[in-house]
């Protein structure tokens, strides 16, 4: 089941352009026939569809909270590509993602956000703090920030690693209200000295009804086709949407994490 007032769209590769290679899980550049960029996050590869899962869950509720993030859409992937490419690797690599993939739309030109060299302020810093507290996200580090300058705004990508919970779902009630220790590795940890008010701000916004939408928006065949302990996909949606209200519920222990976490390093 997709919720349907979804706002993804679903578009077909119609040409593979270029790996992206720093990419653990070998992203790629694809062309689709909507005669759009993507950068393609395949399914067959690394983390396989949780990673998918995750990208669009976290992405899409940082875009509900007001981040600029690139357009996630559905990619379809033909079986013709992986017999094509003449790369071994990449070879294995599509035809273990034939059908339904990610995209997000790319970002030409776009810069990787440096630290050193541009200066967020302490109410951004401290929303995208909040986030990633949220969605248990252990990539924005300053060796990886999965940020990028594009037109001079900073716009948030690679949400892949977040909500790791789901990748054994131990415990994963418990987990919930825990707080988020690797937030201090953080890389705009420093500046975020707006996360009280944040936190308030936030936890409105985040109502159980824009989290059951939110989590609509996963295709059941990606719920059905990954290990976990539940019996459908519905009761498997369904544990994503409790553990995010009652994080959200809880938001002050991962605020106070932070806060403490914040602390410590000034």
Same mark, same amino acid.
């Given at each position: 089941?997709?919720?349907?007032e979804? *706002?993804?769209?679903?578009v077909?590769?119609?040409? =593979? +352009?270029?790996?992206?290679?720093?990419?653990?899980?070998?992203?790629?550049?694809?062309?689709?026939?909507?005669?759009f960029? =993507?950068v393609?996050k395949?399914?067959?590869?690394g983390?396989?569809i949780k990673? @998918?899962? &995750?990208?669009l869950?976290?992405?899409?509720?940082?875009?509900r909270?007001? %981040?600029?993030?690139p357009?996630?859409v559905?990619v379809?992937? $033909?079986?013709?590509?992986?017999r094509?490419?003449? $790369?071994?690797e /990449?070879q294995?690599l599509?035809? &273990?993602?034939?059908?339904?993939?990610?995209? @997000?739309?790319y970002?030409?030109?776009?810069?990787t956000?440096?630290?050193?060299?541009t200066?967020i302020?302490?109410?951004?810093?401290?929303?995208i703090v909040?986030l $990633?507290? @949220?969605?248990t996200n252990?990539?924005?580090?300053?060796?990886n920030t999965?940020m @990028?300058m594009w037109h001079?705004e900073?716009?948030? /990508?690679?949400?892949?690693?977040s909500? %790791?919970?789901?990748?054994?779902? *131990?415990n994963?009630?418990? *987990? #919930?209200k825990?707080?988020?220790? *690797?937030?201090?590795?953080h890389v705009?940890?420093?500046?975020?000295?707006?996360?009280?008010?944040?936190?308030a701000?936030?936890k409105a916004?985040?109502? !159980?009804? +824009? +989290?059951?939408?939110i989590v609509?928006?996963v !295709?059941?065949?990606w719920l059905?086709?990954?290990?976990?302990p539940?019996?459908?996909? #519905?009761?498997?949606?369904?544990a =994503?949407?409790?553990?995010l209200?009652?994080?959200?519920?809880?938001?002050?222990?991962?605020?106070t994490e932070?806060q403490h976490a914040?602390? #410590?390093?000034?």
């Open positions: 089941m997709m919720n349907k979804s *706002q993804i769209r679903k077909q590769v119609t040409r =593979y +352009v270029t790996p992206l290679r720093e990419g653990g899980s070998l992203p790629a550049i694809v062309e689709a026939d909507d005669e960029m =993507y393609l395949f399914r067959g590869a983390q396989g990673a @998918l899962i &995750a990208e869950i976290s992405g899409e509720i940082a875009r909270l007001g %981040f600029r993030v357009e996630i559905f379809g992937l $033909d079986e013709a590509f992986g094509t490419e003449p $790369d071994e /990449i294995d599509l035809r &273990a993602s034939e059908g339904l993939n990610l995209g @997000l739309h970002l030409s030109g776009a810069i956000f440096d630290a050193l060299v200066t302020e302490p109410e951004l810093a401290s929303k909040w $990633d507290s @949220l969605i252990v990539d924005r580090t300053p060796r999965n @990028l001079k900073l716009w948030l /990508i690679d949400h892949g690693a909500l %790791f919970f789901h990748h054994a779902w *131990q994963w009630e418990e *987990q #919930a825990r707080p988020f220790a *690797q937030i201090k590795d705009l940890l420093p500046q975020a000295g707006e996360l009280e008010a944040t936190n701000a936030f916004l985040l109502t !159980p009804a +824009v +989290v059951q939408a609509d928006l !295709p059941d065949e059905d086709q990954v290990e976990s539940f019996e459908s996909a #519905a009761e498997h949606r369904q =994503y949407v409790q553990f209200n009652t994080r959200i519920a809880n938001s002050e222990i991962f605020t932070a914040r602390k #410590a390093l000034i």
